[in-house]
Nanobody, 127 residues
């Protein structure tokens, strides 16, 4: 599966932004999907994950209550709605796909566990 994230930009603190990730190839609906981010000088970190059906989600503590991950399997797209953005959210955001069915585990928090990555989209939040 090939992934392309888009929707990033420059916003002010407390603004909202929605990222999208379009997937090509078949069987998108069978993949667990996730979002990661990487700030300058830092390691790539987990943001959110959604199960193949879209029923189950999980979030990093730093974004809980502010970010929402969702997907539309008919459109082969996964979204990340980001509300109340903070300067600390500034990073390149990446979407990723995992062939393993989701289950509640820290396994999905590690970037090494993910099979496919898209090119990132830059999100910059000014104070």
């Amino acid at each position: 599966v090939q992934l392309q994230a888009y929707g990033g930009g420059l916003v002010q603190a407390k603004d909202s932004l929605r990222l999208s990730c379009a997937a090509s190839g078949r069987a998108f609906s069978s993949y667990t999907m996730g979002w990661f981010r990487q700030a300058p000088g830092k390691e790539r970190e987990f943001v959110a994950v959604i199960s193949a059906s879209g029923v189950s989600t999980d979030y990093a503590d730093s974004v809980k209550g502010r970010f929402t991950i969702s997907r539309d399997n008919a459109k082969n797209t996964v979204y990340l709605q980001m509300n109340n953005l903070e300067p600390e959210d500034t990073a390149v955001y990446y979407c990723a796909a995992n062939a393993r069915a989701w289950y509640r585990s820290t396994y999905f928090y590690t970037s090494q566990a993910w099979n496919y990555w898209g090119l990132g989209t830059q999100v910059t939040v000014s104070s």
